[in-house]
């Protein structure tokens, strides 16, 4: 923007009354930038009986939007009382544009009205959604059964490559971090373990706590949270931003079900590798374990694996990978799931991401005190 | 149209100097050259089209001239001022009056329509938030969208999106409009519309406007300057009027383009 030169004055306009007409005179510098008169300290100028408003703009030395913006409110207020407006004092451009944004009547009914919220009617549509809600997630469940039902008579339709590449990336892209956590975990349970069997000089029961608490839940809820984190939300954004960019519209309409093509590949591909990542997990698990009985504690390596593998049941490895299966479905179903029904925005993907992130990792922790419980009947 | 002196004709520079000019511009992806030796000029006030086949590089000269993307080699000056030359607050000065109206609209979603519109307007000091306000409705009723502010972009159809852009480009009261394919997935009679617009728009703002588009209409119809670019040959084939291209096309393939190949 030019500097403004020397012999600029500052914006003006004032209001004059000949009976039942009203001149407003405007001159000077109009400019966003810069000081400049407000319509709304001047509504007052219109009260009483006037027929018709002349504006007179001859002198004005330049003008830009705040001009526009005075003169479209006063356009609106002369509407609302029925005063005829003369604009033609006005530069040539200024009338245009103010022609140009009064010629577009509202559309009816397009302003929004807000409307006044009743908390009973508010506890009622929480109610309805919640149905809705349900009955959604059940019809995204009978999907994906139906789907797997056809990929286990080879009927589904999916890219094989698109397996391929879920298997990778939600395996073996994990393994890094499912490595760095479960011998941090490890380590801290036979730490925090250690300080206690010590008093009774049982140190070498570390190797059985720490096996047994790993193989049995820890390694697959350690290994659930990073992929809930991890895949889970990548699957929601993934998919979501599908739904922003109509693409999932697009198989539907190929006649291609997004719950073959894009659901049955994710779920299959964590229902494989979850439990893949929990025993490996395990592994790392006793690792971490075995860092602090070996260091600390002073128990040969031999010793404690041997220890190790004394307590830690088959049952308990089982319970484990079923634990971990368990939480691989639920993740992908829920990462889809919000995917599946994100709205069109790019806030609304994050909210899709947040979901998936959230019932997942609620989702795990629920699934593990069911399963505790079943178990625990069972006698297992 | 940040100011608009009494006379406009006495705020032009010397007519020496165009408003953008594009000298010897080389632009690359990477060591994949797209066009090379670029060389036009803007005037003020003129509507210029960039021409050319699908493609050629139009959307990406158009991504140099707005400092998205740095040139490989040459310059391109405005007023007289190198972009790429100049301090990054110069940069951003020169950014602040541009407006440009993306292909899709780039409307921000989870925004209403005067939310949108108040973003650039944040860039003001001293106005309240009902002065905002009341602007972005300005905006959006000079573009006929006057009590559509509370809705969010996924509620309209396509062509009020893209008018919405409009305002939002709009807002600061921009000296040059950029405009990418504007008419791209309208429907005839709205893209006309839009022309119109346009037309109206540099005729009361005095804006210099800069289109990228294949529409002939729109060529034809509102362009007093322009520039065709090639794929093949990688540089430019001629600039001037679309009509003086047409009456004296500077290479048979600009012939082919503004007349759909139908060779009368």
């Known amino acids: 923007m030019p500097?403004?030169?020397?012999?600029?004055?500052?914006?003006?306009?004032?209001?004059?009354?000949?009976?039942?007409?009203?001149?407003?005179?405007?001159?000077?510098?109009w400019s966003l930038h810069a000081e400049h008169p407000r319509f709304a300290e001047q509504t007052g100028a219109l009260a009483g009986d006037v027929a018709r408003l002349e504006i007179e703009g001859r002198e004005i030395q330049r003008w830009d939007s705040s001009l526009l913006a005075f003169l479209h409110q006063l356009a609106h207020a002369c509407r609302e009382k029925e005063i005829e407006l003369d604009p033609r004092g006005l530069p040539e451009g200024a009338q245009r544009l103010l022609a140009l944004s009064l010629e577009v009547e509202e559309r009816g009914g397009a302003r929004r009205v807000a409307t006044r919220s009743n908390p009973l009617a508010a506890i009622g549509g929480g109610v309805l959604g919640a149905q809705q809600a349900t009955m959604r997630a059940l019809a995204f469940l009978g999907d994906v059964v139906i789907s797997l039902f056809r990929f286990a008579t080879f009927r589904a339709r999916f890219r094989r490559a698109d397996l391929w590449t879920q298997l990778h990336a939600t395996g073996a892209g994990a393994l890094g971090i499912v490595a760095l956590i479960n011998v941090l975990v490890g380590l801290i349970l036979a730490f925090v373990g250690s300080m206690q069997l010590r008093m009774f000089g049982a140190e070498i029961y570390v190797a059985s706590l720490v096996g047994i608490a790993i193989v049995r839940v820890m390694g697959p809820i350690m290994t659930g949270i990073i992929l809930a984190g991890r895949t889970g939300a990548a699957f929601a954004a993934q998919i979501g931003t599908m739904q922003v960019n109509e693409e999932v519209d697009a198989l539907e309409t190929m006649g291609l079900p997004p719950s073959e093509y894009l659901v049955l590949p994710r779920v299959l591909s964590l229902a494989?590798?979850?439990?893949?990542?929990?025993?490996?997990?395990?592994?790392?698990?006793?690792?971490?374990?075995?860092?602090?009985?070996?260091?600390?504690?002073?128990?040969?390596?031999?010793?404690?694996l041997t220890q190790t593998f004394e307590s830690v049941g088959l049952d308990e490895l089982w319970i484990g990978l079923l634990h971990g299966a368990v939480f691989g479905i639920w993740i992908a179903l829920a990462g889809c799931y919000h995917g599946m029904r994100c709205g069109r925005s790019a806030s609304a993907v994050g909210q899709a991401v947040t979901a998936a992130v959230v019932s997942g990792i609620i989702g795990i922790v629920v699934m593990t005190a069911i399963l505790t419980v079943v178990f625990d009947t069972l006698g297992l | 149209m940040a100011d608009h002196a009494k006379s406009t004709e006495a705020s032009r520079p010397p007519d020496g100097e165009p408003h953008i000019r594009v000298r010897g511009l080389t632009m690359a992806y990477g060591s994949y050259v797209l066009q090379r030796d670029l060389e036009f000029e803007i005037r003020r006030g003129d509507i210029f089209v960039i021409m050319g086949g699908s493609g050629c590089g139009k959307s990406t000269l158009l991504k140099h001239m707005i400092g998205l993307n740095r040139p490989a080699s040459g310059e391109i000056l405005y007023a007289g001022q190198s972009y790429w030359t100049a301090s990054p607050e110069r940069q951003n000065e020169l950014r602040r009056g541009f407006g440009i109206l993306y292909q899709t609209g780039a409307l921000f979603s989870s925004m209403t329509l005067a939310e949108n519109v108040m973003v650039p307007l944040g860039e003001l000091p001293g106005l309240s938030a009902a002065e905002r306000r009341e602007l972005a409705s300005l905006k959006l009723s000079l573009v006929g969208l006057a009590g559509f502010e509370d809705y969010y972009p996924s509620e309209i159809s396509g062509g009020m999106r893209k008018r919405a852009g409009l305002a939002r480009a709009l807002a600061l009261d921009p000296e040059i409009l950029f405009f990418d394919e504007p008419s791209a997935g309208l429907d005839p009679i709205s893209a006309k519309l839009l022309d119109d617009l346009i037309l109206e728009l540099r005729a009361s703002l005095g804006a210099t406007i800069v289109i990228v588009t294949h529409e002939l209409a729109s060529i034809f119809a509102i362009g007093t300057s322009g520039v065709f670019l090639d794929a093949d040959s990688k540089t430019m084939l001629g600039t001037g009027a679309p009509q003086d291209l047409l009456a004296h096309p500077p290479d048979p393939k600009v012939r082919r383009f503004l007349t759909r190949g139908i060779d009368s």
């Open chain 1, 272 to 304: 494989i590798m979850t439990p893949l990542l929990c025993l490996y997990a395990d592994l790392l698990g006793i690792l971490g374990g075995l860092i602090v009985g070996v260091a600390m504690l002073g128990i040969g390596p031999r010793q404690y």
């Open chain 1, 3 to 29: 500097p403004p030169d020397s012999t600029t004055t500052p914006a003006r306009c004032t209001f004059e009354r000949e009976g039942d007409r009203l001149i407003l005179r405007c001159g000077g510098s």
